[in-house]
């Protein structure tokens, strides 16, 4: 089944009242994150993506693919389901190698070209963690960055999930620029759980949550898209300096004052509308 949308009509929030936003249509490209404060119910929605809610969870939204009820195969057959859930949870159950673990995955998808598609899944993955993945090393050997980003290529590329939930990557020391530049080449609809500021600046628009509730879209503007370069100019301050940690390095003001200079002259040095 092709899908070009999903549609997400509203519920209820906690207080037991219809949602602000009574529904949003997703469309095939559309890089989507859900903002909102702790506990304002930005995951339960995902879940309720997830689970293609018809009424029965606990906010009673409706899901639908293409302006219909999902198929009950969408359900009942894994190979089948079309949306992949990257959660903050990536305990294994098995203890396989990493390219067997791919490779397995390749093969029950039936994909013609197994080998080469692992070898894709890996260039992706490597190109989200700081650390390499060592393919003889075992699923529950890999670190939280590692785990993610390779369940994030594998969805991407042998999955070929049409339709990914992404919560929180920010939290697990992905590149989180590399992998919007990395997802934006594939036509699917990419959905993101986020305080991540960038990410959200970043996304074709992002829908805000409140107290269990869905408030209102908002579409990135040229403005915001022009601050959010500006914004990673400061994020590689810190991560050059998260680096230097990570490599065992000290740090020195020194170096701060010289990094945060360059930084402003940057961006102060660009015409500001």
Known sequence: MDIDKITVIGGFARNGE???????????????????PTGSGKTALIN???????NNTPTQRRILINDAPPPATFREDPSKNPIALITQHTTFLSDLPVYKFLGLHARIRKTSRPESIVEETLDFANQLTGEPIITDSAMTELSGGQTRALLIADAVVIGNSPIILLDEIENAGIDRTRALELLRKYRKIFIFVTHDLRIALLS???????????????????????????FKTLDEVMLYFRNQIRAGERLSEEELRKRLQLAQSFLLGEEIP
């Open 204 to 230: 074709s628009y992002r829908l805000v949550m409140h107290e269990g509730a869905m408030q209102c879209v908002i579409v990135t503007e040229e403005e915001e898209k022009r601050m959010a370069e500006k």
């Open 18 to 36: 219809k949602e602000p936003l009574e529904g949003i249509e997703l469309h095939m490209g559309d890089v989507v994150s859900i903002v909102g």
């Open 48 to 54: 309720d993506i997830g689970l293609f809610a018809d």
